[in-house]
T-cell receptor, first 112, second 108 residues
Framework: DVKVTQSSRYLVKRTGEKVFLECVQD?????MFWYRQDPGLGLRLIYF???????EKGDIPEGYSVSREKKERFSLILESASTNQTSMYLC???????????FGSGTRLTVV | KNEVEQSPQNLTAQEGEFITINCSYS?????LHWLQQHPGGGIVSLFM???GKKKHGRLIATINIQEKHSSLHITASHPRDSAVYIC??????????FGTGTRLQVFP
């Protein structure tokens, strides 16, 4: 069963901490995405990567960075967590030119 | 104005009712997705459409490319259908543009 795995379902961090959210896919997909989901705003794209070591900013990249050292793993980094980064974070992957997307189960991050 | 609009935002139904969720979009697309998100967060892809109609069990999805509109129908709704349903369009890139979702609650 192909899947996208996010390392944590729930995470609580303190303001100012450096936070790593990990995402691993086992489908050999080229594309990987990080979204955040907030009530009334839907899913918004933070960053996406179309190849190893390649990344592109999404709609709301401020306060975030990403790392893709291996094809199967895409990490989202909050350099200095703030309370306005409390949200649900979702990872997804897809293959270029094909239409199917696979989503992870999400990480609910609370910054206190 | 959002590029993808869904209606209604919230929907309640009695078990057995026929349900329709609508999605309108304003950009050119190569495909449209209907996604389901249960409490707890994980998102499952229900349908991917580029034209016409698709059916899977009690779920039916239609798309009208000329009118830039899609509908998701649930026949004989059941409490286990309670979830957030999200419409997302794939423009001519590899990125999706999402609607804000429709929260459906089906009561026994």
């Amino acid at each position: 069963d192909v899947k996208v795995t996010q390392s944590s379902r729930y995470l609580v961090k303190r303001t100012g901490e450096k936070v790593f959210l990990e995402c691993v896919q086992d489908m050999d997909h080229e594309n990987m995405f990080w979204y955040r989901q907030d009530p009334g705003l839907g899913l918004r794209l933070i960053y996406f990567s179309y190849d190893v070591k390649m990344k592109e900013k999404g709609d709301i990249p401020e306060g975030y960075s990403v790392s893709r050292e291996k094809k199967e793993r895409f990490s989202l980094i909050l350099e200095s967590a703030s309370t306005n980064q409390t949200s649900m974070y979702l990872c997804a992957s897809s293959q270029p030119q094909f239409y199917g997307y696979t989503f992870g189960s999400g990480t609910r991050l609370t910054v206190v | 104005k959002n590029e993808v609009e869904q209606s209604p935002q919230n929907l309640t139904a009695q078990e057995g009712e026929f349900i329709t969720i609508n999605c309108s979009y304003s950009v050119g697309i190569s495909a449209l997705h209907w996604l389901q998100q249960h409490p707890g967060g994980g998102i499952v892809s229900l349908f991917m459409l580029s034209s016409g109609k698709k059916k899977h069990g009690r779920l039916i999805a239609t798309i009208n490319i000329q009118e830039k509109h899609s509908s998701l129908h649930i026949t004989a709704s059941h409490p286990r259908d309670s979830a957030v349903y999200i419409c997302a369009v794939k423009a001519y890139t590899d990125k999706l543009i999402f609607g804000t979702g429709t929260r459906l609650q089906v009561f026994p």
